[in-house]
């Protein structure tokens, strides 16, 4: 029996579901019971009937599935996988932020902590993000914590006044403006689609700019051929399998996240032999954190 088949009967004998993120590694995906961007696996995480939850991805994902599924189980195929990202922001400045507006409404991507989301009105992701702020009444934004969705939210909706925050992802950041031009010299014929957590020079650049499943479904809608593909490159996978007569190009360096690459197939089959990896959380933090992220959902579908 090779790793593919022990993975499919553990699934099976064990009750367990996986849950993949796009910038996971290909193989991993394919074995994957559903792959997809943030938004899309905390919608299907409250859909799914089994027990066990098993997340290929970082860990800000399982305790989103924990909070929206606390009578589930859910474990992580590596559990050192993290987010940078979701750690640059603290409770004291959202406190010092409520402090100084009195109309604000803490707006925390979902790439942030279970702890965060505690302190948070709402949570968004970067492909509901622009509806969900719209459809909020506050006037004062604070959004927390990457700085380059904030600003290109901000854009969206020039009647809110918005307060940043300094945080972001390093590999959107490493994608820069020169790498974008050069790589339009070499491809002259290709689109640029870009992530908005990309720094706003880069997305000036860009021919469109979605989130990382509105990406895949431009590429997949449009017919040209080649694009140059500005966010994580575990994205090429889905976008190969769905389009492979198209061509996908970096901006000619790797576009590379190491924590989500930790994820392998055997790190995902040894989980399912001894669960281990399981995500705890305390009643108290799941109910608390779960408020923003069923406003989000609510908010989403306005």
């Given at each position: 029996m090779d790793i593919k088949e022990e993975i499919a009967q553990l699934k099976q004998q064990k009750d367990f579901v996986i849950l993949a993120h796009y910038y996971v590694d290909g193989k991993v995906q394919e074995i994957a019971d559903y792959v997809g961007d943030s938004y899309y696996l905390s919608k299907v995480a409250t859909e799914i009937p089994n027990k066990n939850i098993l997340f290929a991805?970082?860990?800000?994902?399982?305790?989103?599935?924990?909070?929206?599924?606390?009578?589930?189980?859910?474990?992580?195929?590596?559990?050192?996988?993290?987010?940078?990202?979701?750690?640059m922001i603290d409770i004291d400045k959202i406190e010092q932020v409520r402090k100084e507006y009195e109309d604000v409404a803490v707006v925390c991507y979902v790439n942030s902590t279970a702890e965060i989301k505690t302190h948070s009105d709402v949570c968004v992701t970067s492909s509901n993000a622009v509806k969900v702020v719209r459809n909020l009444k506050n006037k004062y934004i604070f959004f927390i914590p990457d700085n380059n969705l904030g600003h290109y939210v901000a854009q969206q909706i020039p009647e809110?006044?918005?307060?940043?925050?300094?945080?972001?992802?390093?590999?959107?950041?490493?994608?820069?403006?020169?790498?974008?031009?050069?790589?339009?010299?070499?491809?002259?014929?290709?689109?640029?689609?870009?992530?908005?957590?990309?720094?706003?020079?880069?997305?000036?650049?860009?021919?469109?700019?979605?989130?990382?499943?509105?990406?895949?479904?431009?590429?997949?809608?449009?017919?040209?051929?080649?694009?140059?593909?500005?966010?994580?490159?575990?994205?090429?996978?889905?976008?190969?399998?769905?389009?492979?007569?198209?061509?996908?190009?970096?901006?000619?360096?790797?576009?590379?996240?190491?924590n989500m690459k930790k994820i392998s197939l055997e790190k995902v089959v040894e989980v399912l032999r001894n669960p281990t990896n399981e995500i705890v959380l305390e009643k108290e933090t799941i109910e608390k954190a779960n408020v923003p992220l069923e406003r989000m959902l609510e908010l989403a579908e306005i």
């Open positions: 991805g970082v860990s800000f994902m399982g305790e989103s599935a924990k909070i929206l599924n606390p009578e589930k189980n859910v474990y992580m195929a590596d559990s050192t996988a993290d987010c940078p990202m979701a750690h809110k006044e918005f307060i940043f925050h300094d945080g972001f992802c390093h590999v959107h950041k490493s994608i820069e403006a020169n790498l974008v031009q050069n790589a339009k010299k070499i491809h002259p014929d290709a689109l640029v689609l870009a992530h908005p957590e990309c720094t706003g020079d880069v997305l000036e650049l860009a021919d469109f700019v979605g989130s990382t499943s509105q990406i895949i479904d431009y590429a997949t809608e449009s017919t040209n051929e080649k694009f140059i593909i500005c966010t994580e490159m575990g994205v090429f996978y889905e976008l190969s399998q769905k389009n492979p007569d198209k061509k996908f190009y970096s901006v000619g360096h790797r576009q590379f996240c190491p």
